[in-house]
């Protein structure tokens, strides 16, 4: 950028990226320029399949299976209040039950050592 002008919308530059990766659908529209033969021009028009928003749900939705806590989660998303980091609370349960089985393992592997 020139000028010194701030980006006011990630928009563009998020469609390229899109683009790039293959993560957009591709429409045809009618321009309003018509041809010297009388036909209407059709244009491109390429549709986002993935949010911006979508990557920091996948971001805290990660963390949160790994084990990460969820004030953590919230410290890392910006949340204010942990009412809005609450909606990853059900993906807790599985790391949960990945540690209660991790645990039955060892207790396994220790009875079967000491047997």
Do not use: C
Not at 30 to 45: E, Q
């Amino acid at each position: 950028m020139t000028g010194g002008a701030n980006r006011v919308s990630l928009k563009r530059p998020w469609l390229q990226a899109l683009k790039a990766a293959g993560l957009v659908t591709v429409e045809m529209v009618k321009s309003k320029r018509v041809r010297k033969d009388g036909t209407v021009k059709m244009l491109k028009r390429y549709k986002p399949t993935v949010r911006i928003h979508d990557l920091r749900h996948s971001y805290a939705s990660h963390l949160v299976s790994s084990g990460v806590g969820l004030q953590i989660v919230g410290k890392l998303l910006g949340h204010v209040q942990a009412s809005t980091t609450m909606r990853y609370a059900h993906l807790q349960d599985e790391a949960l039950r990945a540690a209660t089985n991790q645990l039955a393992t060892i207790i396994d592997f220790q009875s079967k050592k000491s047997a």
